[in-house]
């Protein structure tokens, strides 16, 4: 890619091609479907309280609603979801998924046993595929190299976003009415959005930003295989790594993060009108500066080595590790949600690193999909293992620990740090194998 030495003045006029109005406008509209998504997502988690009481569910079931149930439809969806994005228009691919799970979400205000929370949920979990692996290679098309971590870290704020809304949303609707009106509202002013987004975002060109092509439109329309790209995705040792060790990450982030709020609530003592304010200032300041903080971080050291995408999320879990521990420790709510306020930070660093490295890897043609494939293993194995685990160790150690079974089962995930710190090391020596030019794949 660095052709031509002998011509000083290309790198000025390709390094940095201006970002128009355009592309903030779609960052903007496609950020705040990502809220939508998320705050969709963490309801349930935020409401579990309420929930349970209403529905008579264990913490096994509440555990599988927001894990293995959701993740399953989730994940595979997206695979066929990527792969018509990646030949038809993915703009309106995402607002057609922000409608089925909008609606999707309606039905769980409406349900009246488990069972129909579940199939809600599942549904929810099939339009939830259709939103974010478009929304990556959109962004990424709109973007130029170098302004793409900071841009796909912008998008990234979309959960701890979405997770505080959420929060202060969820809990004081439920506190004056009821958590069926939370979901019923929020699904509402997602049917709004659908409609609303195929006018406010243009389709851009697939790959018109990449680094110079001098000219070779062409290359552009050429449609990638579906197991060609499948192919390509699992022998790729950068993209299979980055994928495992995201999806070991999740584990702990969606395990706490599905349990937190009941955690804290029922083994700490906290009570709904706290969780609406103090929990979800917790989440948007610690998971939000996270996230915002890593998008920059990738764009300053990615240019110096490409090992930076794989050491920045190795070294923010190994400081966060202490601060997960002392938090599950802590004997009382508010010194809980300092110390959660560590986690929150540093445990999403891995989010806009393998994101961007996945998208900067890949070919034009190939983003939606490898999208896709990344968000399929990595949540298959953090949504559909994290929530579902840790609902099944409460439990489990209940009978024996009554008054802290939620407490134990968290500890339980301290060794999966290690796990996901030792996967993106391993990364990293692969990465520094390579060339350690970011873009040159």
């Known amino acids: 890619m660095s052709a031509t030495p002998i011509e000083p003045a290309d790198p000025p006029a390709v390094a940095r091609p201006s970002v128009g109005r355009n592309a903030w406008v779609a960052l903007g509209v496609l950020w705040f ?46 695979i066929p979801v990527g792969w018509l994005a990646d030949r038809t228009n993915r703009v309106r691919v995402v607002s057609i998924a922000c409608g089925i799970w909008s609606a999707a979400t309606i039905a769980c205000g409406l349900s009246r046993n488990f069972g129909q929370l579940a199939m809600s949920r599942m ?34 704020l979309g959960p701890p976003v979405g997770a505080a809304l959420g929060i202060a949303f969820g809990a004081s609707v439920a506190a004056a009415f009821s958590w069926r009106d939370a979901f019923i ?74 349990f937190a709020v009941l955690f804290l609530m029922r083994e700490k003592g906290m009570e ?20 915002f903080a890593s998008g920059w971080l990738i764009d300053k050291y990615t240019k110096r080595t490409r090992k930076a995408y794989a050491l920045l999320p190795a070294v923010s879990l190994s400081l966060a ?35 961007a490295l996945v998208q900067e890897e890949v070919k034009p043609n190939q983003r939606v999909m490898s999208g896709a494939l ?13 929530p579902t685990y840790v609902g099944a160790a409460s439990d489990f150690f209940r009978a024996a620990h009554p008054e802290n079974s939620l407490q134990i089962a968290l500890y339980t995930l301290i060794p999966v740090y290690l796990v996901a710190i030792g996967l993106f090391l391993w990364l990293a020596r692969v990465l520094g194998r390579k060339t350690s030019k970011p873009g040159a794949a």
């Open 374 to 386: 990344l968000l399929l293993v990595m949540n298959f194995i953090g949504m559909g293992v994290g």
């Open 321 to 355: 590790l202490p601060f997960y521990i002392a938090f599950v420790w802590a004997p009382s709510w508010p010194l809980a949600l300092a110390l959660m306020l560590g986690p929150n930070f540093l445990n999403y660093f891995y989010l806009s690193s393998s994101v």
């Open 123 to 156: 549904t929810v979990g099939f339009g939830e595929a259709g939103g974010v692996p478009p929304s990556y290679a959109i962004i990424t098309d709109y973007f130029p190299p170098g302004r793409r971590g900071m841009a796909l870290g912008i998008f990234n």
């Open 185 to 258: 509202a929020i699904g509402v002013v997602g049917l709004v959005v659908a409609l609303v987004t195929p006018f406010l975002v243009k389709e851009p060109r697939r790959g018109g930003l990449d680094a110079a092509k001098t000219a070779a439109p062409a290359a552009s329309p050429v449609r990638a295989g579906f197991w060609d790209t499948v192919k390509m995705f699992f022998s790729n040792p950068v993209l299979v790594l980055a994928s495992l060790g995201s999806g070991v990450t999740q584990i702990v982030t969606y395990g706490l993060g599905n």
């Open 272 to 291: 709904l009108g706290d969780v609406a304010l103090w929990y979800a200032l917790v989440v948007a300041i610690g998971m939000g500066g996270g996230i």
């Open 33 to 78: 479907i990502y809220v939508l998504n998320f705050l969709d997502r963490q309801l349930l988690s935020i409401l579990a309280k309420p929930i349970q009481d209403a529905l008579n569910i264990t913490d096994g079931q509440l555990g599988l609603l927001g894990g293995l149930y959701f993740a399953f439809f989730y994940c595979f969806i997206a």
